[in-house]
């Protein structure tokens, strides 16, 4: 009792020092504290969307993919296993090639997987077009980056498993918008 009845006199005795250090004290707290919400509030979005857009519930990687070796793309594919869930797995097969938009080239990665997919929110359904061309999706940041929009025609290029170069026109079919740029940038 004595320590509580000296600190509030000291705190009384002291004036306006006092009050001032206790109020920017205060608003530093509460600053903190609104900083790390915000911060853990967008975290958990980040999370959330990339398990909805990107991951679903996992991967699995063919044993001969390196992500932190992009050249191992080119032998890192194969079949399912017989022993795996088809109906909680979607394959996107992964191989890099070039756009060529209005005489530019541009680097992407070019991502196969089914139009009749559920698990992730890409809009594949989009990709169910009867025209000529091939059907692709790719996102705003791309759309910006490669200046095309909805209904563009552009030519694309890759090797094929022989290593040789093929290419086709492919037809823009949807532009769809994320939060999660590792399916929008670069990506077809």
């Known amino acids: 009792m004595l320590t509580f009845r000296l600190a509030l006199k000291n705190l009384l005795g002291a004036g306006m020092r006092t009050w001032l250090n206790v109020a920017v004290l205060s608003f530093a707290y509460v600053i903190i504290i609104f900083y790390n919400g915000l911060i853990d509030g967008w975290n958990e979005q980040a999370r959330r969307d990339s398990i909805q857009w990107e991951y ?24 399912l296993p017989e022993k795996a869930d088809t ?76 290593g040789t170069y093929d290419a086709r026109e492919i037809l823009i079919a949807q532009i769809f918008d994320s939060n999660v740029p590792n399916i929008d940038n670069g990506q077809v």
């Open 56 to 79: 679903g519930q996992g991967q699995v990687w063919h044993q001969d993919y390196d992500p932190y070796d992009p050249f191992t793309l080119q032998d890192a594919h194969g079949k």
């Open 87 to 162: 109906e909680n797995l979607v394959p996107v097969l992964i191989t890099q090639g070039s756009i060529y938009p209005q005489g530019r080239m541009l680097s992407i990665q070019i991502k196969g997987i089914p139009t009749d997919q559920s698990l992730l929110e890409l809009p594949t359904a989009a990709l169910d077009t009867s025209s000529n061309a091939l059907p692709a999706l790719i996102g705003k940041r791309m759309a910006n980056a490669a200046k095309l929009k909805q209904g563009d025609q552009v030519l694309i290029r890759w090797r094929d498993k022989n």
